[in-house]
């Protein structure tokens, strides 16, 4: 039986914008100010939605419950295989010693304190989110410049104000793959026009770090280093993001601004070593390492790069979804009609074209290259499951939310209230990012939150959808350093506990500061710089334009192109492989593990 969107069920928008807004205040309320734990903030956020849409916009019931099943599964395949995944490589490369002989390469580079702060607060921390996310980028980085001798508060401000600009790409690109899920906006147009916000911002955080520690005196003796810095991590950031795929903009940028520091660096030297007025005495021992032991060490996200490269490409991904299985969701497949037209539900289970498999086959990788054990491999990867039970609850529940708040028509009806900014809208879309961050710790739980949102308000005001919904992501990344959850990470990992509120006034102004500058730059985007937004193609309309016989014939072509592709990939890769092996570095595989924290 067919059902029709209701999208304002009172006959009063604002009240019906209100009572639809009732599950995402009270996910507001139970992370900000009830504290409340992850998966069960999204259980009663879930549970909310389903309520509203059977009571109040009329939704079946058998339909809400369907499209919140649909939702909790896509959360956690193939969003929660990233996440689950990313993690378990990162796990392998600490248990195995090989990560600390990725953060003595890091920290041996330089002595000067302004230039320790882009390697590692900026640079490394962006790799980092690029290759785990959750909380991984700040914990680290923070106690690794502590450990050189960093004051703990500087420290740990600084690198929550470094960790914005990778924030949109974090953890393999899972908060684009969400956003372009959740609003229906092509998914890489949505990368591309992030590619082409964050850019601006990537290269004014390197100089705003350093002045925030040495001034405009001290940032102009270390300037050949800081355009160096930002200026390689932009250009490659809006590179990847523009033509490879939203799951690799950090990787790249990352390893492209360290390694031209580190070249940079070897020929230019700051006139004065920097050190902050009475700094307490470095505890971290940093060690040399040959470069095959260092190459060692960095291969395992060598190999991800590589492969992740691939994956994102349109013909390995033709080729591997030949054995994509689709599930037909016939209880509520086509039964949901939204702007007249019904909703095709189909759930795909890509299990070899999920960019989680691509980093699963560089965990095995890393496993050949560092002489991991079967046994040690399947015990880490049961750890990892188990350390991550709860936040892939909490991601299931809140992309179960999202869906049933898209298709009841809550998330319309809240777009269309939006309508009464007019055309200021796409100067407050970043600031509902800044919102959904603040509160959820998360790029990703913001644009669950917000996408759909996004897209409904600027498609009724005329304007392109994929630039409000990028602004959702992009007005995001300003609020991470203030979000609770952040803080909560930096000041344990910087032993400052008790010291949240010192460290919240620290970053508060930068926050609104870099949610000003993308609130401009979106708004100019919109009306002046209209030709930066990207011109795309929806897979609906590419399927419509092509005949079935050109597009039969360009799919075996792609197919072709993609065997190629992947062939000389297992060529390279199993060059690095063997070189990297018989590589000396690295300890016993060991107990220790990374303590994550995922929101």
Known sequence: MEWTQVINPFDNLFLSALVAAIPILFMFYALAIARMKGHIAGSITLLLAIGIA????????????????????????????????AVFLYQLTVKSGQFEIIKDSIAAITDDRRLQALLIAFCFGAFLEGAAGFGTPVAITAGMLVGLGFNPLYAAGLCLIANTAPVAFGGIGI???????????????????????????????????????????????????????GVSF????????????????????????????????????????????????????????????????????????????????????TLLDVVTVKIPFDAVNKMIIAGGKPIEVVYKFNYLSAAGTAILISAIITAFILKISFGDFIKTFQETVKSLVFPLITIACVLAFAYVANWSGMTPTLGKAFTVTGALFPLVAPIL?????????????????????????????????????????????????????????????????????DLFRF??????????????????????????????????QAVANASPQAAAAAEAALRSQGMLILA??????????????????????GKESAKISVH
């Open 54 to 85: 059977v009571f109040v916009h009329g939704m079946p019931a058998q339909l809400a419950i369907w499209s919140s099943i649909y939702g909790a599964l896509y959360g956690l395949f193939p969003i929660g295989w990233i996440v689950l995944t």
């Open 175 to 229: 908060p684009i793959i969400t956003a372009g899920a959740v609003s229906g906006v092509d998914t890489m147009a949505i990368s591309q026009m992030v590619g082409r916000q964050l850019p601006f911002l990537s290269v004014f955080v390197p100089f705003w770090l350093v002045f925030i520690m040495a001034g405009w005196k001290g940032a102009k003796e270390v300037m050949p280093a800081i355009l160096v810095c």
């Open 234 to 317: 932009a250009a490659a950031q809006w590179f990847s993001a523009n033509y490879m795929s939203p799951m690799l903009p950090d990787i790249i940028s990352s390893l492209v601004s360290i390694v031209a520091m580190v070249l940079f660096l070897r020929k230019w030297k700051p006139q004065n070593i920097w050190r902050f007025k009475d700094e307490p005495p470095a505890t971290l021992e940093v060690r040399k390492h040959s470069f095959g032991t260092i190459a060692k060490a960095w291969s395992p996200f060598i190999v991800l790069t590589i492969l992740i490269g691939d994956w994102g490409l349109k013909s390995v991904k």
């Open 433 to 501: 990012g800044w919102l959904g961050v603040f509160v959820t710790g998360s790029d990703t739980s913001a644009n669950a939150l917000f996408g759909k949102m996004q897209a409904v308000t600027a498609a009724d005001i005329g304007v392109d959808p994929v630039l409000t919904v990028a602004a959702n992501s992009s007005g995001g990344v300003a609020a991470k350093m203030i979000s609770p959850q952040s803080i909560a990470v930096a000041t344990a990992a910087c032993n400052l506990v008790g010291k949240e509120g």
């Open 507 to 540: 970053t508060v102004l930068h926050s609104l500061f870099f949610t000003a500058i993308i609130c401009v730059i979106t708004y100019l985007q919109a009306y002046v710089l209209t030709w930066m937004i990207p011109v795309y193609e929806t897979a609906k």
């Open 568 to 589: 000389v990939t297992a060529v390279v890769v199993l060059g690095i492989a063997v070189y990297a092996y018989k590589q000396v570095g690295g300890g016993k595989f």
